[in-house]
């Protein structure tokens, strides 16, 4: 009898396979305990709403009946969305590194009913194709190990999770170590950050652009981190239209020929939308699949033209009617009654029209948004577009009202069927920590600031729940280094720094050196996965510096000259007199007595400020 217990899931993607033959269960103590009662092995299943080979698994092999019946009999099977529970997805991808290199999604792994994974893979298909096995010959083989050799299995999973807690204890120690002795946090310097611009160099494709072969990401923190090094060069002019300087060696030029690459090649759609990544060197035969994550995260270092796209795109595909965006767009859509890939995309715009589009992940995710919110509003400065800001308003809006209690991140994730019961992470707290107050500081709106203090305390108290299969099991990994998309301690920790600035407490900008000065050192030898806190450091390493323009006409030159002063280091914040004296009284020390002069740009350094420049030309003279 069929036990599936998937249909009532808030998650998208679990209850895309509440119709499978399989007796799913969600992930939690009961099904683990289940599996303890029953001496069976545990099958967790990993993917995501718009994951292509995820829906083509599930076509092959979770909707057979005979493997539905292998699974109710050997095993207790568990599905896991990765964006409802990236902390049980960091955890076992770090084990099933162990078992193999090619990670990615479906992640497929067997554990022990105490949650120790034994063995792992990604998809496997319904037939053997080349060295890859069959489904049904993996869960054979896991069966005999399982019933014939379990000492050898329960070796192997003591060990793998022996070795994921001593290094999650390792990286704590560290931290916490720096932050309660009060030790002066190891950044790399200055010339080691930027010598990582002549790595990324070497590794530039000066064929197709980007960096190595096939296949090709966005990898939006990587680009992130060459604008903050152009930036800090003062070298650049950063648009993405391939103009910047043609040597090699310059984060300008490296950046500005990738964001060319990306935008002019079939990874961007013509609605103005990014995929996720292209199978092809040269950038063509996309994956099609459109998350929220790429498209937040080269808001804040694109070109003009190419940001407006993005934004067009967050508005009329992923944003909802409360303003929140929803998490991504899937790879497939129905056409002529048949689920195909890529085929909707393929189309002209005014055909797509005619046909049903590609379906979306539905679920608000607060970090998710947090990134978007980020952009929005970095994008809406530097480029001057207003409605970019009012999306980020509406994005802001909406996460405060429905995701945030009582100044805590209460809600992760969210559908239309309700809450996740899913654990707020630091993903969340720090992402949208960091996004309320770039919109602050692009509005002149402290309440945003005041939200994103109150949750950059929260985060630095580390406050965080932690799932209990796995500290039960010994194998919470905590936040792991990201490629796709910025890390929510490296954010957590950008927003301490900014906190700082504000208010003059230095005991932020301690917290934030000490959260990312691991993290920078080991980017300095491998910055993929770490160049968002070389960003950081880059900036932690820069003397503070502060502008701020207080002027009443939203058009004054003032304003506008102000943007170009955005570089490590800088904080940059535009409001009215009005403004002014309400960061003054919700405690933002740099505001005070700023409020009597308009208009007047102000350029400080640590909080000490020069005299008031009265023109344009007289603050672009003092930031020079």
């Not at 910055?527 to 701020?548: F, M």
Request: charged content about 25%; proline content about 6%.
């Amino acid at each position: 009898m069929n036990d599936n217990r998937l249909g009532t899931s808030v998650s998208p993607y679990l209850r895309l396979h509440a119709d499978n033959p399989v007796d799913w269960r969600e992930w939690g103590p009961e099904a683990f305990a289940e599996a303890r009662e029953r001496n069976v092995p545990v099958l967790v299943s990993v993917g995501y709403a718009t994951c292509h080979w995820c829906h083509v698994m599930a076509r092959e092999s979770f909707a057979d009946p005979e493997i539905g019946d292998l699974l109710r009999r050997d095993f207790v099977a568990v599905k896991v969305d990765r964006e409802e529970r990236p902390d049980v997805d960091a955890s076992l991808m770090a084990a099933a590194s162990a078992f193999t290199q090619q990670l990615g999604w479906p992640l497929t792994t067997f554990t022990t009913p105490d949650g120790h994974v034994f063995f792992a893979g990604t998809y496997f298909p319904p037939t053997p194709v080349g060295q890859v096995p069959a489904f049904r010959q993996i869960l054979a083989a896991v069966t005999d190990a399982w019933t014939q050799r379990r000492h050898e299995v329960d070796a192997n999973a003591s060990a793998i999770a022996t070795a994921i807690r001593q290094g999650a204890e390792a990286d704590a120690a560290t931290r916490l170590g720096e932050v309660s002795a009060g030790a002066e946090p190891r950044l790399p310097s200055v010339d080691d950050i930027r010598a990582v611009t002549r790595q990324l160099a070497e590794a530039e494709d000066t064929t197709y652009g980007g960096f190595g072969g096939a296949p090709k990401f966005p990898s939006a923190p990587l680009l992130e981190f060459l604008a903050d090094v152009a930036a800090d060069d003062g070298a650049g002019d950063g648009d993405g239209d391939g103009d910047g300087d043609e040597g090699h060696g310059d984060a300008a030029g490296l950046l500005d020929r990738t964001l060319h690459a990306i935008r002019a090649s079939e990874l961007t759609d013509a609605d103005g939308g990014v995929f996720r990544y292209a199978t092809k060197r040269d950038w063509s035969v996309p994956h099609y699949e459109r998350m929220l994550y790429d498209n937040a995260g080269l808001l804040a270092i694109a070109g003009a033209e190419q940001s407006r796209g993005i934004a067009d795109f967050l508005r009329d595909t992923l944003r909802r009617d409360d303003g929140a965006f929803v998490a991504a767009q899937d790879s497939e859509s129905t056409i002529d009654g048949k689920r195909v890939e890529g085929e909707w995309y393929r189309l002209p715009l005014d055909a797509r029209a005619r046909l049903d589009p590609p379906p979306l992940d539905d679920q608000v995710l607060t970090g998710w948004n947090g990134l978007a919110i980020r952009g929005l509003a970095i994008a809406g400065v530097r480029h001057g577009d207003d409605e970019m800001l009012d999306l980020a308003r509406g994005a802001a809006d909406a996460l405060l009202a429905t995701h945030v209690r009582d100044g805590h991140v209460a809600v992760r994730s969210s559908t239309p069927r309700g809450a996740s019961a899913a654990p707020s992470t630091i993903e969340d707290v720090g992402l949208l920590a960091e996004g309320l107050l770039e919109l602050a500081l692009a509005t002149g709106e402290v309440a945003y600031a005041v939200a994103a203090r109150g949750l950059v305390d929260d985060g630095l108290a580390e406050r965080f729940d932690v799932d209990p299969v796995l500290a039960a099991a010994g194998t919470a990994t905590g936040e792991q280094p990201q490629t796709a998309m910025r890390s929510g301690t490296v954010a957590l920790a950008s927003a301490a720094a900014i906190t700082a600035a504000l208010t003059g407490s230095s005991s932020y900008r301690d917290a934030a050196a000490a959260r990312v000065a691991d993290r920078a050192t080991t980017g300095t030898e491998r910055p993929l996965g770490h160049a968002d806190a070389l960003g950081v450091v880059l900036a932690l390493q820069r003397p503070s510096r502060e502008v701020v323009v207080v002027a009443s006409d939203p058009s004054d030159p003032l304003r506008t000259a102000a943007r170009a002063a955005r570089r490590p280091g800088t904080v940059v914040a535009l409001v009215t007199p009005e403004q002014a004296s309400a960061w003054t009284a919700a405690g933002f020390e740099l505001f005070e007595a700023r409020d009597a002069l308009d208009p007047a740009g102000y350029v400080c350094h640590d909080r000490v400020c020069g005299l008031p420049a009265r023109s344009a030309p007289d603050l672009v003279a003092q930031l020079q």
